[in-house]
């Protein structure tokens, strides 16, 4: 992988981006780094994200790990293009540690012309071993076509 | 699979211990129809499910999956047990249709003593292809202990 | 999904079709039943598929799950197209009865322009509770391209 | 994780165990480095793992990751115990080199009571992109229980 490739979106446009395409979720995730490749992001936990036990909840689990993948895309390719996820396979290792940030690390493993893979490993901000592991497909549209999930 | 294994929790019961169990989500999910091994759920959809262009999300649709395989076990061994997600993976086919509520049809796989497996088709109400398919695995914690992640 | 396509392929021409461009499996594999999006095959169990005790071994089921959907695609868009396995996903959830063929049900649940997803469950020959769910996601290259993983 | 954990099998002593415990495939296989949590396998490849054009089968390789992470959970647990894979995902990124090994480079991400997961990026053995990446679960029966997929 050509990791000498260079960003077309930074921490700050990326945050952007976010903020301006996903209002809904504006308030829940936040860019921390990201070089060519490699990502890492924040879930700001809020009272929407748990469970009974104040435990991270797994649909926030995967909505962590899908904007990852998908912001580490938006890096190299630009806002232009459209990814859709197409598959996702994720593992629950540990609970969460009650009412603490979870932050996700994120690595790009390949680049295609039509799909993207990346994976991904959570954890409870603070802690050494992870809550979750997870993998993600995008499909991406040809420059110009209409993005859609019709691939 | 023993087919002929009897109910512990019918609609009615589900439907209540979801409000009970999981107040966050209650007004998020109806059991429609369960019979031992096979389920269907419907997701009310509402603002919070959607992303731009009125689209069901990702984790809504996780979170519809997740639930579905879950009270199908609890349909059989009854609400006192505490199942954990421990796998997950999804294949997203196509596009939701804009602010239509989804169907889940979900069948028990494996009720193992340690183990649970099913697996989950979600449409959009009223359309015959669907627009993902899901697998879920949930941990079963022996009788008596501590429900915990620690499997 | 339009259940009313032709089949381009019968189990005559796809057990044909198996001989002629994998002879390394041939012996391996038969097509027993498809119809548009449903097809049966067996994996004729020998000693190179098995493990201690008898046990049918993860690649083999592994191998008969890819397979049965890649045929299954075969069976609807022609044995000219060339697909590539891009995402597998299994449970393996029970032992399967030592030196007992396996039985493979596979649907096909999407076949676009450039992705194919379809899963199958994998049984003992005569069993009724499945050993093994399978999930396989195919990229289809266009007409005419050099089919390579360049997907 | 405590990766302070001793190992209780080196690199000679799982090679051993797989000559003995897997004579079918102990041909294939080779443990080139294990450190707590992290292990190198190499893949042999021969005739029996190629496809039409030389390159490795699919059932090659989810047969090296199933062996990579199976040998990790062995090194650390000794080889009494009897791990039995539950769960596997795999994506496939680029077509292998014709006719060269494969390197697994695996990470044990959970060792717990009862499960085990790790992850495995494979390469053709000389190259810097993976060709493919694969996540993989087992149950661990309990110390003294026979050990089947009864789990």
Known sequence: MAKDTELLMDEAALNAFVDRVFPQVKDDFHVEHVVPYEITMRLLVGERHLRPGGTVSGP???????????????????????A???N??????????????????????KLGK?????????Y????EAPVARAAMTYSIP??????????
Do not use: C, E, H, W
């Open 142 to 151: 040809p420059a110009g076509s209409a993005a859609d999930q019709s691939a």
């Open 60 to 82: 926030a689990m995967f909505g962590l790990a899908d904007v990852t993948v998908y912001l580490m895309i938006m890096a190299l390719i630009g806002p232009k293009a459209l």
């Open 114 to 122: 039509a799909l993207a893979v990346g994976d991904v490993l959570l």
């Open 84 to 86: 859709v996820t197409t």
């Open 88 to 109: 996702s396979s994720l593992d629950f290792m540990r609970k969460p540690v009650a009412n603490t940030d979870l932050i996700a690390k994120g690595r790009l493993l």
């Open 124 to 127: 409870s901000d603070g802690m």
